[in-house]
Nanobody, 124 residues
Framework: QVQLVESGGGLVQAGGSLRLSCAAS????????MGWFRQAPGKEREFVAE????????YYADSVKGRFTISRDNAKNTVYLQMNSLKPEDTAVYYC?????????????????WGQGTQVTVSS
């Protein structure tokens, strides 16, 4: 089992920045690739970013590429999502998730463990 707890969400004006954190506990954190997803009201959960178990490879949705950065600190069992130049359309609940698959995984079905989510609201 892997337990995931997100933090760092909040209310920010358009153009601002937030950094989300996801703290993991349980089984070996560094054995899992980590992803961030988001879900806006009335919409399906969508992929945002993924980072490999070592941190050497990252992958982003086109909608956030160049604005968001995913990183991880395996010594702290934590994955981060730095979000810059935020837009109102980035408003959503953000979830971190863990997958044992050593490949790019952009679908929710590929992830075994999920956090409870943290709300990000971007005002115009």
């Amino acid at each position: 089992q892997v337990q995931l707890v997100e933090s760092g969400g909040g209310l920010v004006q358009a153009g601002g920045s937030l950094r989300l954190s996801c703290a993991a506990s349980g089984r070996t954190f560094s054995s899992y690739a980590m992803g961030w997803f988001r879900q806006a009201p009335g919409k399906e959960r969508e992929f945002v970013a993924e980072i490999s178990w070592s941190g050497g490879n990252t992958y982003y949705a086109d909608s956030v590429k160049g604005r968001f950065t995913i990183s991880r600190d395996n010594a702290k069992n934590t994955v981060y999502l730095q979000m810059n130049s935020l837009k109102p359309e980035d408003t959503a609940v953000y979830y971190c998730a863990a997958t044992p698959l050593d490949t790019i995984v952009v679908v929710t079905e590929g992830y075994d463990y999920w956090g409870q989510g943290t709300q990000v609201t971007v005002s115009s």
